[in-house]
T-cell receptor
Framework: DADVTQTPRNRITKTGKRIMLECSQT?????MYWYRQDPGLGLRLIYY???????NKGEISDGYSVSRQAQAKFSLSLESAIPNQTALYFC??????????????FGPGTRLTVL | AQRVTQPEKLLSVFKGAPVELKCNYS??????LFWYVQYSRQRLQLLLR??SRESIKGFTADLNKGETSFHLKKPFAQEEDSAMYYC?????????FGSGTRLQVQP
């Protein structure tokens, strides 16, 4: 589903570097989310945004920040990357109308490795 | 606090056998539950939601509020069902996912 895209798809970086992961969507959804996926832990919510002026911390927000530049764009930043932030990162969107209510649509993921 | 528990990390069955993927939840309000699936090299996608009471790809799931469960079932597994399955609970503002169960359907 090309409606939710993430860049980059893969990134290798070093400890202490600042990294930005970007998410764009063409679904016209107001709500956007960032998750990380780790083996055995499933998906854990990092941050979410219900509109451009609404940003909320999720379960594991420490070490991360976000920016909602527009309805269609939601970026995740690691201010100073550390090795235990090595994970697969997913962006998701959801709408509030009709049958899509609460269904989340996921991007393809970004595999981040911090050395 | 809301929580979703999937007790099995891996479930391996033979083709044609019945499948049940377990999901238990903890939530103080009225729950809205989902099953998401992730096939190899594909993105996570919605399989079904309890409010629709639908059957998708032969899978069904019934919400049991007494047992706080939302188990996913299929009477006859197919090899193409092999994937990672996540149960998710919609709380006040966001989804909480379980840790996932990998289903392996052997020929």
């Amino acid at each position: 589903d090309a409606d939710v895209t993430q860049t980059p798809r893969n990134r290798i970086t070093k400890t202490g570097k600042r990294i930005m992961l970007e998410c764009s969507q063409t679904k016209g959804h107001d709500r956007m989310y960032w998750y990380r996926q780790d083996p055995g832990l499933g998906l854990r919510l990092i941050y979410y945004s219900f509109d451009v002026k609404d940003i909320n911390k999720g379960e594991i927000s420490d070490g991360y920040s976000v920016s909602r530049q527009a309805q269609a764009k939601f970026s995740l930043s690691l201010e100073s990357a550390i090795p235990n932030q090595t994970a697969l990162y997913f962006c998701a969107t959801s709408g509030t109308d009709g049958g899509d209510h609460n269904e989340q649509f996921f991007g393809p993921g970004t595999r981040l490795t911090v050395l | 606090a809301q929580r979703v528990t999937q007790p099995e990390k891996l479930l391996s069955v033979f083709k044609g056998a019945p499948v049940e993927l377990k999901c238990n939840y903890s939530y103080s309000g009225s729950p809205e539950l989902f099953w998401y699936v992730q096939y190899s090299r594909q993105r996570l996608q919605l399989l079904l939601r309890h409010i629709s009471r639908e059957s998708i790809k032969g899978f069904t799931a019934d919400l049991n509020k007494g047992e706080t469960s939302f188990h996913l079932k299929k009477p006859f597994a197919q090899e193409e069902d092999s994937a990672m399955y996540y149960c998710a609970l919609m709380g006040r503002r966001a989804l909480t996912f379980g840790s996932g169960t990998r289903l392996q359907v052997q020929p």
